[in-house]
């Protein structure tokens, strides 16, 4: 039996960010390498904060990345249900286990009550932890508080020592007696916190490897000291390198696009995002920058998880991007372009067009959101012309030209390359030209520009129609 069990433990509160993207991808990865499994579980246990429209996005923003889960809400599996709302029975069972071995105990004080001696001790200098004053409550003390109509929460009592967290990535983490005072596992209302569902889910999901980001630390102490109490064997951890921006400060918000759906709508392929993200905190050992993920999924490991912050490079992620662009299947990147081709008028276009069309401009693109403006001279209007190429068609000798090739066009089909070649050469016949003094004003005349792909290319996308729209505003209606 494979004993490699990870997780991956979104709470469905927001958008996927490239940090959960990350960590996803890294278990992932781990999973796949490892031939072990990749569990979704759901942390919806802020039932304020957690909603289904973000759960469903997470899951897609997930799929568009190409991660697969082996077990999950969507897919079930024999560790479920996977959402922490459907689990509440389980939680409460391993409270009253706590409860009764004399580790945690029922808490009384009110959430106002607890920020006031916050508050007061944090004037005092000293470290806001509980004060412990609920432990030693008798039963009787419990009865009255609860006459007063005070529900309790379950706080699990802190052991005076240090923890020791031999951590994959990090190595030996030493925690100080002290850090953390007793905290609550469930809450009044039987939901559990954080850490106590994470804990229970992560022993009853038989998880053997936890990878997550480095701010993760605090928990897994507060994690440890549950698995001691709880009598039950830890995970192994890994806590990831934090991703940074430019100013090695932690990346948000502020810094431009940071959600996996924000990076699609911008046009970015999802084989750009993941190969930067797989190196944002790991490194395959040699120079490779390019990678795709079977090659990411073989050469992972992670004893080569770094552990300073990882600074995101946008410059770079764009340059992966511009790559994939340029060379994968063009059929592939056709999918991801069509919401950007129909942001102009050539929407409607049938795809064999929009993939001449791709496969002409897609080596100047960045971003599938540049197609708009690479693609206009393709659209059903006439083009502006650049000042040299309205220099060129005012010459006299560029109006022989056009006027030929308009009235060949009429006998000639110009729908694939060499038809359209077959033309310009019947036009160089006819007028004696050739070379840039036969191109250049057929060029001006259906692009606007002196410049770009080559003409047959051109001209077969136009199409016949386009092509003598074209000439015959050029040559001012003339022809
Ligand atoms: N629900 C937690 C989060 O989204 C999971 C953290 C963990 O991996 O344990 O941050």
Same mark, same amino acid.
């Given at each position: 039996m494979n004993s490699v069990r990870v997780r991956f433990a979104p709470s469905p509160t927001g958008s996927l960010h490239v940090g959960g993207a990350r960590t996803a991808l890294f278990n992932w990865f781990f999973s796949r390498q490892k031939r072990g499994s990749f569990v979704l579980r759901?942390?919806?246990?802020?039932v304020a904060r957690s909603s289904a429209e973000a759960e469903s996005g997470v899951l897609s923003d997930l799929r568009w990345l190409g991660i697969?889960?082996?077990e999950g809400p969507d897919r079930g599996g024999s560790h479920g249900p996977y959402r922490q709302s459907e689990r509440k029975g389980i939680y409460d069972d391993f409270g009253l286990r706590l409860l009764r071995a004399g580790k945690a105990y029922k808490c009384y004080c009110l959430p106002e009550e607890l920020e006031r001696r916050r508050q007061e001790l944090l004037a005092?200098?000293?470290?806001?932890?509980?004060?412990?004053?609920?432990r030693n409550l008798s039963q009787d003390e419990c009865a009255g508080l609860e006459r007063e109509?005070?529900?309790?929460?379950?706080?699990?009592?802190?052991?005076?020592?240090?923890?020791?967290?031999?951590?994959?990535?990090? /190595?030996?983490?030493?925690?100080?007696? /002290?850090?953390?005072?007793?905290?609550?596992?469930?809450?009044p209302d039987g939901m559990p916190t954080y850490n106590f569902s994470c804990v229970i889910d992560d022993h009853l999901m038989e998880i053997s490897h936890v990878l997550r980001a480095e701010e993760h630390l605090p928990n897994t102490l507060r994690q440890l000291m549950l698995y001691e109490g709880l009598e039950m064997k830890p995970p192994r951890f890994a806590h990831l390198s934090l991703i940074l921006n430019r100013h090695r400060a932690k990346l948000s918000k502020r810094d431009g696009a940071v959600s996996v759906s924000e990076f699609?709508?911008?046009?970015?392929?999802?084989?750009?995002?993941?190969?930067?993200l797989s190196l944002l905190g790991?490194?395959?050992g040699d120079d490779r920058e390019l990678m795709s993920v079977q090659e990411t999924v073989e050469a992972f490991s992670l004893e080569r998880a770094t552990r300073a912050g990882a600074i995101f490079d946008r410059d770079k992620l764009d340059w992966m991007n511009g790559h994939y662009i340029r060379t994968l299947d063009v059929d592939h990147v056709l999918r991801p372009s069509l919401p950007f081709f129909r942001k102009?008028?050539?929407?409607?276009?049938?795809?064999?067009?929009?993939?001449?069309?791709?496969? %002409?401009?897609? /080596?100047?693109? %960045?971003?599938?959101?540049?197609?708009?403006?690479?693609?206009?001279?393709?659209?059903e209007k006439l083009p502006e012309y650049e000042p040299d190429a309205r220099r060129l068609l005012e010459e006299p000798s560029s109006a022989e030209v056009l006027s030929a090739a308009a009235r060949l066009l009429e006998e000639t089909d110009v729908s694939?390359?060499?038809?359209?070649?077959?033309?310009?050469?019947a036009v160089g016949r006819e007028t004696g030209r050739k070379g840039r003094e036969l191109l250049m004003p057929i060029r001006a005349a259906l692009t606007g520009s002196l410049h770009g792909r080559e003409l047959p290319l051109i001209i077969e996308i136009l199409g016949s129609r386009d092509c003598r729209m074209r000439l015959e505003h050029a040559s001012g209606g003339k022809t």
């Open positions: 759901i942390e919806d246990t802020d697969e889960w082996d005092l200098g000293r470290s806001p932890h509980y004060d412990g004053r609920c109509g005070r529900k309790p929460s379950l706080r699990f009592l802190v052991e005076e020592k240090g923890i020791l967290l031999s951590d994959i990535v990090r /190595g030996e983490v030493q925690f100080p007696s /002290g850090m953390v005072g007793d905290f609550i596992i469930l809450r699609r709508e911008l046009g970015y392929l999802p084989e750009a995002v993941v190969n930067y790991w490194s395959p102009t008028s050539l929407g409607n276009a049938d795809e064999g067009k929009l993939r001449k069309i791709l496969s %002409v401009v897609r /080596g100047g693109l %960045v971003k599938l959101d540049d197609l708009p403006h690479h693609v206009s001279m393709f659209e694939s390359q060499e038809s359209a070649r077959a033309w310009l050469d």
